[in-house]
Structures are given as structure tokens and as C-alpha cells.
């Protein structure tokens, strides 16, 4: 992705999450941030070691970056990145957005990710600068309702005004946390994900024996 002769800002969605597994709902958002805010590409990026993260259980950074490549292969507007599932230690978003904005210096950079994480943004490791790296778009399930958080945000981090944005996305009424139930007690997850993905699943045994 290069600035083109018009001198035309490149917009890049940066699309981070766990995604154990991912599913339609996060490529429902991710295509719905595309269209929403332009952006040229969308770059998924499967968390590392996710830093805050309170289930032990999380498959293995190499099982999830397949599931998502398996995912987003129809779509050329997506890309997938390892970088974090290579770097070792927890997966701190400010590092991974700094060697982003080296790699594209003059891009819009937008971070798409679920509304709950962005709820925690300000207990991220150098949030403020965060800020300065990037903008975020907040995919909301049905029902999310954004507003006391945002007001306190207007408060209390008024330089970060106009940074945050959120995009309802219907289809996120499916949850991974769900999907890892549901197998587990060996309910069908048909058609919450793609069929590449539910394969590659099976395959594997995934969720089998966990909740
Ligand atoms: P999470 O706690 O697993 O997810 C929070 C909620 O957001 C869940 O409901 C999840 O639904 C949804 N979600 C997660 N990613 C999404 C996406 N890309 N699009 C739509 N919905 C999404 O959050 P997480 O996955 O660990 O973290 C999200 C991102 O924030 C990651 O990139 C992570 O590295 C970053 N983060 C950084 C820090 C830090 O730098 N200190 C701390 C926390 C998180 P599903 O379960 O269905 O996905």
C-alpha cells in the first residue's frame, strides 16, 4: 500500500482481537468499518498474549492466525499480519501501532476492535499515546449503548475527541465465547462462522474439552 501520485492519505483498518474463533460477526464489522470509513484495507491482527485476558485457556496464537487467514482468503480488501502472535511477551497494542505507523507514516490509521475492549482503553499500557497513533472504531453488539462512556470521556481525555467511533454491527450478536460453549457441549455452529473455519476446527478438536 503506497500514497499513490494524487497524493491521496491511504485509510487502513487495523483489526485486532483475540478471535478464538473468529466469526462472522467480526468480518461483518470489519466489512462494515471498510465501507463506513473508506478504508483501502483492512489488516487483522490476532492477539499474541493478550495482556488483561482472564481465561488460561486461549488457543495457540498459530491456530488462531489460520483460523482468521482461512476466514478473510474471499475477501481482498483483508490482510492478516502475525506480528503480534511472533513478538514475544503480552501483545500491547501501543507497541504494535508504533511499528504500524513506522511501516505507513502517512496513512489513516483506524483501530477496529469490540466496543467492551474499548470501555478498558484508559487501563491500556500508554493509552495516550495511543491517541496519537491512531483512531478507533468501536464495533457495538445490538442494544451497546456507548454514551455514559463517552462523556466521561469528553471529560476527563478531551484531546482524545473525535477519536472514538462506534458501528453498530447486528451480526455481532454471534460471540466466540458462545461458539466455544456451543461445541463444547456439542451444539451446531453452523453458519455463525465460515465453513472454512468450522472445518479447520473440527479438525483440530478445538473447545472440545473446554467451556
Ligand atoms: P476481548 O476481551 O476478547 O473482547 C472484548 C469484546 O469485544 C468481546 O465481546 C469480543 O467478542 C469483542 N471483540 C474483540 N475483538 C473484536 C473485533 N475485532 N471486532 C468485533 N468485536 C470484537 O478483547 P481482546 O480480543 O482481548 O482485545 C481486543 C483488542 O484490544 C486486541 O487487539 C487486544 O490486543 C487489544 N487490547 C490491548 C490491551 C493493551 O494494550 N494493554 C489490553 C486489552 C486489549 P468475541 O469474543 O466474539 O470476539
Sequence with gaps: MKNDLTGKIHR?????????????????????????????KVLFIPTGTPPHKKRRDISAGKLRYEM??????DNSAFDISALEIEREGPSYTVETLRVLRRKWPNHELYFITGSDALLEIFSWREAEEIFNLIQFIGAARPGFDASDFLLKVQQEHPETQGKIHYL????????????????????????????????????????????
Excluded: N, W
Aim: glycine share 8%; charged share 25%.
Design 168 to 211: 453498530e454491527v447486528p451480526a455481532l450478536a454471534i460471540s466466540s465465547t458462545d461458539i466455544r460453549a456451543r461445541v463444547q457441549r456439542g451444539e451446531p455452529i453452523r453458519y455463525l462462522l465460515p465453513e472454512s473455519v468450522r472445518l479447520f476446527l473440527e479438525q483440530r478438536g478445538l473447545y472440545k474439552g473446554k467451556a
Design 68 to 73: 482468521v487467514k482461512c476466514a478473510i482468503q
Design 12 to 40: 487502513l483498518g487495523i483489526m485486532g482481537g483475540t478471535f478464538d474463533p473468529i466469526h462472522y460477526g467480526h468480518l461483518v464489522a470489519a466489512e462494515m468499518a471498510r465501507a463506513e470509513f473508506k478504508l483501502d
